[in-house]
T-cell receptor, first 111, second 116 residues
Framework: QQQVKQSPQSLIVQKGGISIINCAYENTAFDYFPWYQQFPGKGPALLIA?????SEKKEGRFTISFNKSAKQFSLHIMDSQPGDSATYFCAARGGNNDMRFGAGTRLTVKP | NAGVMQNPRHLVRRRGQEARLRCSPM?????VYWYRQLPEEGLKFMVYLQKENIIDESGMPKERFSAEFPKEGPSILRIQQVVRGDSAAYFC??????????????FGEGSRLTVL
């Protein structure tokens, strides 16, 4: 049972463009929503995170938009760069402190 | 401050053998999580442990897999009687305790198991 649904599976964006990755969840007990970035052969690393009491969080070129009523959140990467090419995972933390991940989005930014 | 340490980084086993994967969390972290990642796939939750306690093992196969996080020493993920389908990258993550629950997960580099 997938508790966090992520789309698209893969995404190709031109350098300078906007990358958008979407996630949806069902469990209203989730209280923390991070995004992780993973490069090949490496472990995931936290990119940016949001709690449900805010609708948007921005850190540099990365923005999370959060829609609590729709139970959806998304990652926007502005001015995408080839170095952003990686796999991105959304996640959600439950009431038991367990963290569930989406299936991942492989982003390719073309120069 | 060393990060999450996993070893071995690569492990090759023949079918029927046992695999033991170790994870030392970051200093001061009392929560450990294990995830499995198949090639081209996402992170599948396996188990969540605190010191000497299994909090949630709902993602762990009922047979052949076990995990522990003893009072002293690393967390261990043990796979008995390995089969080819166990070939995957196994990631460990640790987390500090924050008010309101566990915070950010810090991942290790992973242990890549290959079953021949």
């Amino acid at each position: 049972q997938q508790q966090v649904k992520q789309s698209p599976q893969s995404l190709i964006v031109q350098k300078g463009g906007i990358s958008i990755i979407n996630c949806a969840y069902e469990n209203t007990a989730f209280d923390y929503f991070p995004w992780y970035q993973q490069f090949p052969g490496k472990g995931p690393a936290l990119l940016i995170a949001i709690r449900p009491d805010v609708s948007e969080k921005k850190e540099g070129r990365f923005t999370i938009s959060f829609n609590k009523s729709a139970k959806q959140f998304s990652l926007h990467i502005m001015d995408s760069q080839p170095g952003d090419s990686a796999t991105y995972f959304c996640a959600a933390r439950g009431g038991n402190n367990d963290m569930r991940f989406g299936a991942g989005t492989r982003l390719t930014v073309k120069p | 401050n060393a990060g999450v340490m996993q070893n071995p980084r690569h492990l090759v086993r023949r079918r029927g053998q046992e695999a033991r994967l170790r994870c030392s969390p970051m200093k001061g972290h009392s929560h450990v999580y294990w995830y499995r990642q198949l090639p081209e796939e996402g992170l599948k939750f396996m188990v969540y442990l605190q010191k000497e306690n299994i909090i949630d093992e709902s993602g762990m196969p009922k047979e052949r897999f076990s995990a522990e996080f003893p009072k002293e020493g690393p967390s261990i993920l043990r796979i008995q009687q390995v089969v080819r389908g166990d070939s995957a990258a196994y990631f460990c993550a640790s987390s500090p305790v924050e008010q309101g629950g566990a915070g950010e997960l810090f991942f290790g580099e992973g242990s890549r198991l290959t079953v021949l």
